[in-house]
């Protein structure tokens, strides 16, 4: 009998908190370790400091006599701050990051000793990654990937690292990361935004796209989390009966931060505020041991980047504090899973947010064109937009038993939805001088100035208005936020084309003022895309039906969900706000269909490991100690032992019964895992791992669940919920 589990038990019971202090005024210390404006006007020459400037704003070219001055800079900067290595900080398709360090140290042309790191390194580097996923762009023989500087993110050093945000590209120029297309969107996004926003001021010249994600996530205690298999290899609990408590009491959201999770959480902000992100608000989730961190929005490029790193140091400090963090959507069943809700605004360069209502109809004005604009964008391309947060494991979430629903709505509130129904009635083509003032004062200009408290009601909506931006609610805890925000920026760029033309021409051609023409333009949207809109119970199935019939999509797994990305709409839009290229897609649908078949089969190969490895064998001890006991019995007792045997030969045949299921089932999955594994066709193999390899987990799991309960406590190897989730 494996006593790992009350090893692991004994560990965490003995630990002690590893204090941490505040680290004083986050102001004094926030971005010590960026290569920010700050340090760029220390280190740098004029000149380069205004070209890098320039390279942010307009995406101007750095030549490389600048690049040289720049990376003399950072270097002096790095290796004052201690640093030893550089890297180029990139986003492959996997999700995450990736690095690859180098020392600056390096031989001079004349062998004596030197620190190195000129503009050619800053710039670009080769990065030889032949076994990034590529969906076939570049095959393995002629690996030729390059890294390139996107100084719109600032350097930062982590560690004794200089870490360079780059995009990774093929020499042939497709995207190979999550990065670039990005960059593109948050570039078609800004063409398009602003030029819309000069119909209300003539002085914007850049918008943004905002982004502020809350980050959900689950602290176990390492030595528990490290005893299970599951959780080592795939991030959740794929067996584990729930504990006689869970979060019916909430007694842990919101609650007292435990000690030595503050400690950790202390670490980690000081850590983070030194690495310039800008963390805010710490607090206890709604499940047992599960936690949110959310920082200040940011510039989307910049917020994506640093929630990855976030990602990154939160692992780095979990373990320090002898944790395990855990990203995965849904960790445990029976409790809520996480997610990262992305809140996301456009602002301009003249500090407007462009989706918060103001205080004169002409603000307004502004705010109803962006606003009704982005209901428009996700009407027109709601399945696009649920295509880029699947997972293998936001599944978990999206369509199955856990908010928010595969179903794309839009929650607005009931203030916002009054307004649309009455611009609904707004007249065709030019306005009396009487209904523009009606407008003016009575639609728009009764717009309140603060929408927070009305609308942020409906917990149930995966994309609601909260005030003065939309909240994107489905996104895994574990994903790149970099996806959705590349989806919703190019699809409301082109809306936000198409309104312009068909404002301008309404005004060229048929002679209607601006604001007139605007009015017209909206009503027209207001009127064909409230199927979107959606005020109720986005969990209930009678939503589901009612969606049904409004045709929107209701994609509940990966395979289906990722269909859409390649249809001749989503090709033809990716091409046309010059996102991504047809093959960049196809890449992309690839590679992701590839990382949901690796998931569902190393999950099943966990299952058979724990299946035979852990389960069967704790219940066959347990088995035989019960037999030993009949026995003993009887030796003692004689014919007497039939009664007081009873019920330990009705366990000992319903641990049978369980062990036959499991073995059963076990068996009949891993046989359609190889059926699965000689297609080829990756679209086919993934519905085979979909629709026939995953359905058996849940069985499997029932039958282990009900041995966890049926078998001495300490028989059983596996740290159970209580100790995993209670354990603090
Ligand atoms: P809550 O949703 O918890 O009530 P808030 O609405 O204040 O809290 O903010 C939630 C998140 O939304 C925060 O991470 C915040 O940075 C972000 N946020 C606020 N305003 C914007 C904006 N204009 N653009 C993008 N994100 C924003
Ligand atoms: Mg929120």
Redesign the pocket.
């Known amino acids: 009998m494996s006593n790992q589990r009350f090893k692991a038990i004994e560990n965490s019971h003995i630990r002690s908190s590893v204090e941490v202090e505040e680290a004083g005024r986050r102001s004094e210390y926030f971005g010590v370790n960026v290569f920010n404006e700050e340090r760029m006007l220390q280190y740098l020459t004029k000149e380069a400091y205004d070209r890098v400037k320039a390279a942010v704003v307009s995406g101007a070219k750095i030549d490389r006599k600048v690049a040289d001055q720049v990376a003399e800079g950072m270097k002096t900067w790095a290796i004052s701050m201690g640093a030893t290595h550089y890297t180029h900080w990139f986003q492959p398709l996997t999700g995450s990051t990736a690095e690859k360090h180098d020392a600056f140290f390096d031989f001079s042309p004349e062998g004596r000793l030197m620190e190195k790191f000129g503009g050619g390194q800053l710039v670009q580097q080769e990065s030889d990654a032949s076994s990034f996923p590529n969906g076939g762009i570049r095959n393995t023989f002629e690996a030729r990937g390059y890294t390139a500087w996107d100084p719109t993110s600032p350097a930062f050093l982590y560690g004794t690292t200089l870490c360079i945000p780059t995009v990774f590209v093929a020499y042939t120029g497709e995207a190979l990361d999550n990065k670039a297309p990005l960059l593109r969107a948050l570039g078609a996004v800004d063409d398009a935004a602003t030029a819309v926003a000069k119909y209300f001021d003539k002085n914007v010249s850049k918008v943004y796209a ?5 980050q959900e996530y689950f602290l176990i205690d390492k030595s528990l989390a490290l005893s299970r298999p599951d959780i080592s290899l795939t991030g959740r609990t794929l067996i584990g009966h729930s504990a006689a408590k869970g979060q019916q009491l909430d007694d842990h959201y919101f609650g007292v931060i435990p000690g030595r999770v503050l400690n950790f959480m202390k670490d980690l902000e000081n850590e983070c505020t030194k690495l310039g992100i800008p963390v ?2 710490r607090h206890n989730e709604v499940a047992p041991n599960q936690f949110e961190l ?5 510039e989307t490029n910049l ?1 994506v980047d640093h929630n990855l790193l976030l990602m990154d140091v939160m692992e780095k400090i979990a373990d320090k504090h002898h944790f395990k963090v855990l990203f995965h959507e849904k960790p445990f069943a029976g409790i809520n899973g996480s997610g990262k ?1 992305n ?3 456009l ?1 301009t360069d003249t500090g407007v ?1 462009l ?2 209502p103001g205080s004169t109809p002409m603000k307004n004005l502004q705010f109803l064109t962006f606003f009704v604009n982005t209901i428009k964008a996700v009407d027109n391309y709601e399945e696009l937009l649920r295509s880029s947060i699947a997972s293998a494991s936001n599944d978990h979430r999206l369509g199955a038993n856990e908010a928010p629903p595969a179903i794309l709505s839009i929650f607005i509130g009931e203030q916002l939805n009054e307004v649309l129904n009455e611009l609904e009635g707004v007249s065709k083509g030019k306005l009396s001088p009487e209904e523009k003032t009606e407008l003016k004062l009575n639609v728009v200009g009764k717009i309140p100035e603060i929408l ?1 408290d009305n609308t ?1 009601r409906n917990r149930t909506s995966p994309f609601a208005f ?4 939309f ?1 994107m609610r489905g996104v895994g805890s574990k994903a790149n936020c970099a996806k959705p925000m590349t989806v919703l920026n190019t699809i409301m760029a082109k809306q936000l084309l198409s309104f312009k033309k068909e404002v301008d021409q309404l005004v060229d051609k048929k002679g209607l003022k601006k604001d007139e023409a605007i009015f017209n333009v909206l009503r027209e949207y207001i009127k064909t895309c409230k199927r979107i809109r959606f005020e109720g119970d986005g969990y209930s199935e009678a939503w589901e039906n009612e969606a049904k019939s409004r045709g929107l999509s209701n994609n509940k797994n990966t395979p289906q969900a990722l269909r859409v990305l390649t249809s001749k709409e989503s090709l033809a839009l990716f091409k046309s706000m010059n996102v991504m290229s047809e093959i960049e897609v196809r890449v992309r649908q690839e590679v992701e269909l590839e990382e949901y078949v690796s998931h569902i089969q190393i999950e099943g190969r966990v299952f058979t490991e724990l299946a035979y490895g852990y389960v069967i064998p704790a219940a066959v001890a347990y088995q035989n100690k019960l037999i030993k006991n009949v026995m003993g019995l009887k030796e003692v007792y004689g014919a007497a032992h039939k009664k007081m045997s009873e019920s330990q030969l009705d366990i000992v045949e319903r641990i049978s019964e369980h062990i036959r299921d499991i073995k059963i089932k076990t068996d009949a999955m891993v046989e359609e895992r190889k059926k699965a594994n000689n297609m080829v066709d990756i679209n086919k193999k993934a519905l085979a791992y979909c629709d026939h390899v995953r359905p058996y987990f849940d069985q499997i799991r029932y039958h282990c669940d009900k041995l966890e309960q049926l078998i001495g406590n300490e028989y059983w190897p596996l740290s159970k919920y209580r100790e995993l989730l209670f354990i603090k």
């Open positions: 905002t982004l502020g994600w809350e805010k608000t959310a920082p200040i929005f940011e917020a809700h809140n996301w605004s602002s947010n989706l918060s927070l942020d909260t005030g003065n931006k909240e």
